[in-house]
Every structure is written in C-alpha cells, then in structure tokens.
C-alpha cells in the first residue's frame, strides 16, 4: 500500500491526501482520484468514478475487478504506467465538474430547487 501511495504522488505530486470514505484518498482541484485500502491479500485501488475501470478491461484482465475497485494481489502490483492512465482517466472526468449548477433547469423537475 505504502508503494501505491508513492506512486501516486508521483504522478499527482499536487495531490491532497485525505479520508474518503474511510479509506487514504487524494484529491486533486477539489476532486478525489484515487483511494487506497489494504486487505490481507490484496491493496484496493478506487478510482471514485464507476466509469473508469470498464474504459481497461484488456489491461486489468489479470487482476479482479468490481464497478468501483480493483484488487491488486501482493505478490502483482499494479505498474506505474497503468496507474498512471487510470489516474489521468479520472482527472479527465473531473474538468467539468467545477461548473455551476444551472437552478433554473431543475427547478421546473424538482420543487425543492
């Protein structure tokens, strides 16, 4: 886990380590990345993002996978240059995240707006 989480400040040197979820995270512009927790046999890495595994299924195909986590076995860990296009998949999902929520649209769908 620890060599993870230099991997990651590697490629985010910018990153906030921070608890999400009760789990070490890195938060980058406001936005979590990545996440980390450690298990008996295997170190989860969650990108916080649904949508960015299935986008590697051939390059993952040797580790086990759920819609939100990866599992990497101790004795198999994740290269650094995989980790690094999972993590720049997320930040490329982040980008718009910052814009303002448009009241006027919802309001006609949902009373409380």
């Not at 040197?13 to 980058?28: C, H, I, L």
């Not at 890495?45 to 086990?64: A, D, I, T």
Request: charged share 25%; proline share 6%; hydrophobic share 40%.
């Amino acid at each position: 886990m620890l060599t993870m989480r230099a991997r990651i400040l590697e490629i985010v040197p910018d990153a906030e380590e921070v608890v999400s979820y009760g789990m070490p995270a890195f938060k980058v512009d406001g936005n979590i990345v990545a996440g980390l927790l450690a298990n008996k046999t295997y170190v989860g890495y969650y990108p916080f993002s649904g949508s960015v595994l299935p986008n590697f299924r051939s390059e993952l195909s040797k580790y086990f996978t759920t819609l939100s986590a990866l599992h990497i076995p101790l004795d198999k860990p994740l290269p650094k240059a995989l980790l690094k296009k999972l993590i720049r998949a997320r930040l490329t999902q982040c980008k718009g995240k910052q814009e303002a929520v448009d009241v006027k649209k919802h309001n006609t769908k949902d009373s409380l707006w």
